[in-house]
């Protein structure tokens, strides 16, 4: 599914279950950072005018997202904790070598963020399946749909503005990078962990 290399154990959920508060609260910040990260590449790329609106209606749609999650926390009566740091994507983000040309970049840039999205996916689709909580579950099912697009724009723009079959073979070393950092995930309740 999604090109990803390992699925997530599915006892993930059953962490998560016991922390319903904090799974939230760590998602709520997944879905601002995916907005910061469209605002980012519209700072950083404003020429690229495809990718500016797209990057555009991303970020409205990822807001959009924090605000449906912020609810769920409010609605539970709850308050947004802090921000939680995301592990998983400090480490993931360590992959490719610093430095290089704008469009390399560029398509570094891309591809973390594809991949990102993969991942989340890959966890809606696992919280919608096994999760108890009936209201999550559909919120999550509908959830998934919104990530699967976002993987494959990022995907597209990413052998839109590098050479094609460079990006392909960085995407695959990626996926293969990802899946060995997920083997000592999956046993925390945070979206990535
Ligand atoms: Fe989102
Ligand atoms: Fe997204």
Same mark, same amino acid.
């Given at each position: 599914?999604?090109?990803?290399?390992?699925?997530? @154990?599915?006892? +993930?959920?059953?962490?998560?279950?016991?922390?319903?508060?904090?799974?939230?609260?760590?998602?709520? *910040?997944?879905?601002?950072?995916?907005?910061?990260?469209?605002?980012?590449?519209?700072?950083?790329?404003?020429?690229?005018?495809?990718?500016?609106?797209?990057?555009?209606?991303?970020? &409205?749609?990822?807001?959009?997202? %924090?605000? =449906?999650?912020? @609810?769920?926390?409010?609605?539970?009566? +709850?308050?947004?904790?802090?921000?939680?740091?995301?592990? *998983?994507?400090?480490?993931?983000?360590?992959?490719?070598?610093?430095?290089?040309? &704008?469009?390399?970049?560029?398509?570094?840039?891309?591809?973390?963020?594809?991949?990102?999205?993969? &991942?989340?996916?890959? &966890?809606?689709?696992?919280?919608?399946?096994?999760?108890?909580?009936?209201?999550?579950?559909? %919120?999550?099912?509908?959830?998934?749909?919104?990530?699967?697009?976002? *993987?494959?724009?990022?995907?597209? %723009?990413?052998?839109?503005?590098?050479?094609?079959?460079?990006?392909?073979?960085? +995407?695959?070393?990626?996926?293969?990078?990802?899946?060995?950092?997920?083997?000592?995930?999956?046993?925390?309740?945070? =979206?990535?962990?």
């Amino acid at each position: 599914m999604l090109g990803l290399k390992l699925p997530t @154990d599915p006892r +993930w959920v059953n962490i998560v279950e016991k922390n319903i508060e904090e799974i939230l609260t760590d998602h709520a *910040y997944c879905e601002q950072k995916a907005a910061s990260t469209a605002i980012s590449l519209i700072i950083g790329f404003p020429e690229k005018s495809e990718l500016v609106k797209e990057m555009t209606a991303l970020a &409205r749609e990822e807001m959009g997202h %924090f605000n =449906m999650v912020h @609810d769920k926390i409010i609605n539970r009566g +709850w308050v947004l904790g802090r921000e939680r740091k995301d592990e *998983y994507v400090i480490e993931l983000m360590k992959f490719f070598p610093k430095g290089g040309s &704008r469009e390399t970049h560029l398509v570094h840039k891309l591809l973390y963020a594809a991949l990102i999205e993969a &991942r989340s996916c890959e &966890r809606f689709r696992l919280l919608s399946e096994e999760i108890d909580d009936e209201e999550l579950s559909e %919120f999550y099912r509908n959830l998934m749909v919104s990530e699967a697009n976002h *993987y494959t724009m990022f995907l597209k %723009f990413a052998r839109k503005y590098g050479k094609k079959e460079e990006v392909d073979k960085k +995407w695959e070393e990626l996926l293969e990078y990802e899946a060995q950092l997920m083997k000592d995930l999956g046993k925390k309740e945070t =979206m990535h962990g």
